[in-house]
Nanobody
Framework: QLQLVESGGGLVQPGRSLRLSCAAS????????VGWFRQAPGKDREGLLC???ELAGSMKGRFTISRDGAKDTVYLLISSLAPEDTGVYYC????????????????WGQGTQVTVSS
């Protein structure tokens, strides 16, 4: 069975950083474009950033996505967390070989909750 599993969420104080992990089961994540998404309470899911399979990392504002090929894991580092970062964070993967972020993803994790509060 092909699936993604996110981990690393929890309760975090404002201003701290947090690293989330995305691991795959049943396929090799290294070959896929991986994206991170967030769904805040009462809002639609939004895309944060993605990582083409040929790249090791990318940044967008306070978000850094990176890949550990040896562990076949993709990470999302969120810096300077604020209460508005609260939400469920999802990773997704698809076979896509462009340098941009694809419109659709084939595989999704179940999400990990991040709550930013003092």
């Amino acid at each position: 069975q092909l699936q993604l599993v996110e981990s690393g969420g929890g309760l975090v104080q404002p201003g701290r950083s947090l690293r989330l992990s995305c691991a795959a089961s049943g396929f090799t994540l290294n070959s896929y474009n991986v994206g991170w998404f967030r769904q805040a309470p009462g809002k639609d899911r939004e895309g944060l950033l993605c990582l083409p399979n040929e790249l090791a990392g990318s940044m967008k504002g306070r978000f850094t996505i990176s890949r550990d090929g040896a562990k076949d894991t993709v990470y999302l580092l969120i810096s300077s967390l604020a209460p508005e970062d609260t939400g469920v964070y999802y990773c997704a993967a698809t076979l896509y070989f462009g340098r941009d972020c694809p419109r659709d993803y084939d595989y999704w994790g179940q999400g990990t909750q991040v709550t930013v509060s003092s």
